[in-house]
């Protein structure tokens, strides 16, 4: 850690934080993409006071995460805190409480029936990544649409079918070429897949969702979930524009071009035959 004095000023100042270009981007994604969820923003708070100066309200009953994901992606906006979630995969992932023994032990994950074994079970409980693992616990979250965050969120999380997925992914990598390394196992899907793992080592993930959240938030077949660390989400925007030529077909690409003109935005697309 570096040497700190009130004196001393330290980096670079940050630059606040542009919700009306974070609109704009939200907005030049839905004219790409076509979405029929609003992407959504989820930001952790790791203070009671930061927590108590989120301006969103709090929900009044209990609920999984996966269900506040699925009202933020219908424009619902809240923040959270322990008292507000009734499943514990999201709750340990997060580190709004500890985990358990039974929970470590593997007998939870055991009790499924999706193992053959508690070793086995163990085993893919020990491979789960969760913010209660660093020792830092988190006191509340804010979660709901991206375009509507006037604070930098920490991840983003799509609902998506295959080929935006697909265009998420191409746009991702744009940049830097470097290949995706996706993990998981339909195994708490929205909390740790989509969400924890982005937000812990930095990268797209991308799951197909899990039997739970499936039931509990009740997404159609098709859809299926992409996290987003908030760092990548303007350069992952920038690159699925960039690829529209090269991916589309010729009647797609009118159908971007009319949604941007329905924004009164102009777009220039490549128009390649095919």
């Given amino acids: 850690m570096p040497f700190k004095h009130e004196k001393i000023k330290y980096g670079f100042v940050q630059d606040e934080f542009d919700s009306e270009l974070l609109k704009n981007y939200c907005e030049d994604l839905d004219c790409a993409l076509n979405f029929e969820r609003k992407p ?28 506040m994901v699925e009202k933020a992606t219908r424009g619902r ?3 959270t805190r322990l008292e507000h979630h009734n499943c514990d ?13 039974r929970i470590e032990s593997g007998m939870e994950y ?19 990544p969760g913010l209660y693992r660093t020792g830092a616990k988190t006191y509340g979250m804010a979660i709901g649409p991206l375009e509507n965050f ?3 969120p920490d991840i983003v999380v799509f609902i998506v079918n295959p080929y935006q997925t697909m265009r998420l992914q191409q746009g991702y990598v744009y940049k830097d070429g470097k290949r995706l390394i996706h993990t998981g196992a339909s195994m708490q899907a929205l909390c740790v897949e989509a969400s924890v ?12 969702m899990c039997p739970s959240t499936r039931m509990l938030a009740k997404w159609a077949d098709h859809e299926m979930a992409v996290g987003l ?13 960039a690829t529209i030529g090269t991916t589309d077909l010729k009647k797609r690409k009118e159908e971007i071009t009319e949604r941007f003109l329905s924004k009164n935005k102009k777009i220039n697309i490549p128009s390649y035959e095919y």
């Avoid at 009671?48 to 609920?63: C, L, T, V």
């Avoid at 995969?89 to 023994?101: D, K, M």
């Avoid at 193992?115 to 409980?125: D, E, L, Q, S, V």
Wanted: proline content about 5%; glycine content about 6%; some cysteine.
């Fill in 229 to 241: 660390p908030y760092e990548y989400f303007e350069s992952t925007v920038e690159g699925v524009i």
């Fill in 89 to 101: 995969g999201a709750t340990t992932a997060f580190h709004l409480e500890e985990s358990s023994e």
């Fill in 197 to 208: 793992e982005p937000y812990m080592f930095g990268r797209m993930n991308i799951t197909p």
């Fill in 40 to 67: 959504v923003g989820v930001k952790l708070y790791f203070t009671e006071e930061d927590y108590k100066n989120e301006e969103w309200e709090e929900p009044r009953g209990k609920q999984s995460y996966c269900c």
């Fill in 150 to 152: 006037t604070k930098t």
């Fill in 77 to 79: 906006m809240m923040k």
């Fill in 110 to 128: 055991f009790s499924y029936n999706l193992y053959k074994t508690p070793a086995a079970a163990r085993r893919m409980r020990s491979s789960v």
